[in-house]
Structure formats: structure tokens, C-alpha cells
């Protein structure tokens, strides 16, 4: 995996596997909603948690049917985390396919309750943070591990997303049927399990 160096993201680096990272901590980005995304998805993510260090069995995992050939063109977020104990909200991170790391609380370097994060829309990857696409694997679905970069309470959870937080994805290509029927319905959520 190439390697991106962004100093904006220098309070992110303290994740290993930060290779590239996206986080909040960006201050220099403008959110640009006219790329080349052929569908929007709303993913609910209330009440998952952030349980132990990335690829761990305890993590939360979702499987996102895209179908074959799509891309991740944006990623967006309207979230609510509250960390347990002496958990940072910056800990709390999310791996999409092993290709990107995002961090909503980056900076955030204390204990949170019911705080929200935005990105004020989809950040596109490519035009926007200069990040590649995020590509999916021969099976066509999107794989989401919810993960702790320190883990503070191991085995019972370090941070979980409050009710009514959603993530947003641009994706270029186009989804499978059982996607799209979701998305009439508002909103996809799918595979949500421990590993």
C-alpha cells in the first residue's frame, strides 16, 4: 500500500496501520459534491462500538454489498461518539477495505460524551484530501471494521456511536439490486456482526 504523507494528519500518525489516513483533524479541504459518484448510501452506525485493536475478534464488522467493480469515491459522516473510561475520542477509528482509516474524533485527544462529529458532507477522496479510491475485493462488498488505536478497556468496548449517526459513501459504479432497493427505503445497513 502506498504510503501518503498529509501534515494536516500529523495527529493521526499514532495508529501503525495509518496508511493513509483520513481524519477530522483536516483543515485544509473544501467538500466537493460534484465527482463522478453514480449513488449516495446513508449507513446507520448507531450503537456500534469500538471494542479492541484492529483486527481483532471482539470488533463490530459490516459488509456492504457494491457490487462488482464499484469504487468508494467519498466518505461523509454525521456521528454522536461517547468513549468509556478513560478512552479518547481519537482512538475510535474505522479501516474501510484496509485501504483507508478514518478517525472522526483525530485531535480529539480526551474522554467524550455524546459528542458530535461532522464533515459538513462527502469528502471527496481523490479531488479533495488527494487519497486513491477506495476499491473493493472480487467479492463486491465494502468491509468495515470498527477498531480502537489504544485500547483502554479491553474485551468490554472503549467508545460507541450515539444514536442517529450515519456515515455517508459516494460510490462510482453500480450497486447491486438489493442495494438500491435499500436505498429507496432511505438508508442500508447491512452485515453488522463480531467477527
Not at 481524519?23 to 450503537?47: F, K, P, Q, R
Not at 484492529?54 to 470488533?59: I, K, V
Not at 432497493?181 to 467477527?195: F, I, P, S
Amino acid at each position: 500500500m502506498k504510503a501518503i504523507a498529509l501534515t494536516t494528519l500529523a495527529a493521526a500518525a499514532g495508529l501503525a496501520t495509518a496508511s493513509p489516513y483520513l481524519a477530522t483533524g483536516l483543515s485544509e479541504y473544501s467538500v466537493n459534491n460534484a465527482g463522478a459518484a453514480t449513488a449516495t448510501l446513508t449507513i446507520d452506525v448507531s450503537g456500534v462500538s469500538f471494542n479492541d485493536a484492529l483486527g481483532s475478534p471482539l470488533n463490530q464488522t459490516m459488509s456492504i454489498a457494491l457490487g462488482l467493480g464499484a469504487e468508494v469515491t467519498g466518505i461523509g459522516w454525521d456521528v454522536t461518539l461517547s468513549t468509556i473510561g478513560a478512552s479518547w475520542a481519537s482512538e475510535a477509528s474505522i479501516d474501510f477495505e484496509g485501504q483507508i482509516f478514518l478517525s472522526v474524533g483525530a485531535g480529539d485527544d480526551f474522554s467524550v460524551s455524546n459528542q458530535n462529529y461532522s464533515s459538513g458532507g462527502i469528502i471527496d477522496l481523490s479531488d479533495d484530501v488527494s487519497l486513491p479510491n477506495i476499491t473493493l475485493g472480487g467479492d463486491g462488498n465494502l468491509d468495515m471494521e470498527f477498531f480502537e488505536g489504544f485500547v483502554d478497556n479491553g474485551g468490554t468496548g472503549d467508545a460507541v456511536f450515539e444514536q442517529g449517526s450515519v456515515l455517508y459513501l459516494a460510490v462510482k459504479g453500480v450497486p447491486t439490486p438489493g442495494s438500491l432497493a435499500v436505498l429507496g427505503l432511505g438508508g442500508l445497513v447491512a452485515g453488522r456482526r463480531r467477527r
